[in-house]
């Protein structure tokens, strides 16, 4: 009777027990990261009774988690390109939807400006028409500045974000660290608490969203986690203690995130992370943000030096060439050392030039007349000049005079968008007329025209120079008279100051004939011994907007982009090229999404808590239980028999 009371009993206990873990399933249906638990149960060691071997019950083994590493790992590193994928996707979606505010178009305000210079062209001497065009001239400096004033403000966001996730990611190692330590107290997985693995196998989950790592799994349970993709030695948990990720801004480039692991006291470059949130957000600022950044500096670059190269060549009311209408001058700050002499620095970008944005150092020596300037890092890359020299996307223009030993530092300050400013505040200063007029001479026997095609800033030679010293567009004035041969074939440019021969040449029908930076064509045939005139303007002439022409030409010009379109056309291309990174962000994490579907219905299927699979066993749980009570009952009944006979 001993033995079928003590199966009895062992029965009891374990269904008991039994029953005690599916109520603990039902109960944390909902926890996140808890594995489904089974117990196992055994058969005790039968006994051998008169040669019979008569069983002797059951036991509880273990209570075991439902748990697969290969189905963890796989939804581990799924979720962590979700991670990736959506948080690009996401960071990508701000910066289209910034350019597609209407209100912050920067095609509508280029348009605007050019809409202004129209208006000036159609009433040249107007005082509120030019007006108007100064201030539509600050209203789309002042709309690039603040397209790149959200820009920064994204990138600032971005790099507080990451440096979040980082600083969260050292915090999960740590917590990670502090469970091994727990852990290490058993020299087996199957001693270990189950809560306690579920808890390590959260914190790795929670890692891998914020950074794709890899966990290797001790015997007794506790992990070393890796950095990466593959198992490296770039660890961030090493048994019980954690290392650091750390973030700063790049030395040469500020725009640029630098991760770093930290090992005790030693840092390294930390491999280039290749998923998580952490991953996703410098993906972003590698690609689609400074991308978009580069491409609209480009667009502020052309479009400065081409509205300033064009200015510049006219004549203001004052009978003066234009000064520049917009500036760049502020992407670098000039520092200016001990100087002695009165040199001063002026900085504008080089149109369709990449900046590097690079510390350098200008320099003047008397024994050569040269300045010097040079990448402060790199002492090997550098040019010389006098007056103006580039480097690095920079041009830089000089003036006053120097004294040997003379130095200026250049610090990278602003992007082109952000150092965008309107310079001329006088509407006389607008450059509305041509440096130039052209005529023929009322003896000539044909009634051919001469036709000014273009001027532009003349090729620096000894002639032009000694002729403009030092402002070469001088040259472009100079009064110059141009004398057929008799067989109109032949011609000779006469300096009318001289009366000297300047130039000659050959001329076939339909060609041009260029000098000082002017070009001219002529619309008929050339008789013998025709004369025209080339006269440059030196007086205000109110109804010249023949500058103004040039300067409005240039906003349908498709070749000031190297063959990239217009203005509108390389912004409206600027805005596809972030639509199209916006649509693949999207298919990504589309596609992600379903791996990672399928990687959770894999992990539910393994280790999640099934109500109907509970609610089953909950019943046959049961039924053992009260099957085994009713041995017990049988037992007593049986000894109360045995006692009763007398």
Known sequence: MADLLSTGISGVRTYQRALATVGNNIANVDTDGYSRQRLDIADKTSVNEGGLNIGNGVTAVRVQRSYDSFVAENLRSSQSQLSKHQTTLDYTTQLENLLADQQLSLSSSVDGFFAAVQEVSVSPSSGSARQNMLNLAQTTASQFNTVGAQLVRIEQTSYNDIQAKVSQLNQFASQLANINSSLNKASNINKQPNQLLDLRDTLIQDMSKLMRVVAVERANGSVDVHMGDVPSGQYLVQGNKSNRVTIARSATNPEEAVLMATVGNSSQALNQPVGGSIAGIAEFRGHALTSLRNELDALVQVFVGEVNAAHTLGIDAQGQFGGDLFSLANIYAVTPGTNT??????????????????AMNLSYSSSTGLYTLADAADA?????????????????????????????????????????????????????????????????????????????????????TAIGAPDRREALRQNIDIEFAADATAYILKDVATSSTIASGTYT???TIEHNGWKVSFNGTIEANDSFTVRGNNT?????????????????????????????????????????????????????????????????????VSLDEEAANLLRFQQAYQASAQIISTANKLFDTILDIR
């Open 540 to 608: 205000y002439q109110a109804g010249d907007n023949r500058n103004l022409l040039s300067l409005i030409s240039l906003q349908g010009n498709k070749d000031i982009f190297n063959g990239g379109g217009d203005f509108t056309q390389v912004y409206t291309d600027t805005i596809s090229h972030l639509g199209s990174s916006l649509v693949q962000s999207a298919v990504g994490r589309d596609a992600q999404q379903i791996i990672v579907d399928q990687a959770q219905a894999k992990r539910d299927e393994t280790s999640a």
């Open 380 to 464: 090997a890359q550098f040019v010389t000049g006098t007056s103006e020299l580039t480097l690095a996307g920079v041009k830089v223009t000089l003036s006053g005079v120097p004294q040997d030993g003379d130095s200026f530092s250049l610090t990278s300050n602003k992007r082109p968008i952000d150092a965008l400013q309107a310079l001329v505040t006088n509407h006389t200063h607008i450059a509305s007329g041509a440096p130039v007029s052209v005529s023929r001479t009322s003896v000539n026997t044909s009634a051919t025209r001469m036709v000014l095609e273009g001027y532009s800033k003349p090729v620096a030679t000894a002639a032009n």
């Open 509 to 511: 029908p339909g060609s």
């Open 341 to 358: 002499g009165t040199a001063a620095v002026t900085l504008s970008a080089v149109p369709n030039a990449t900046i590097d944005k690079l």
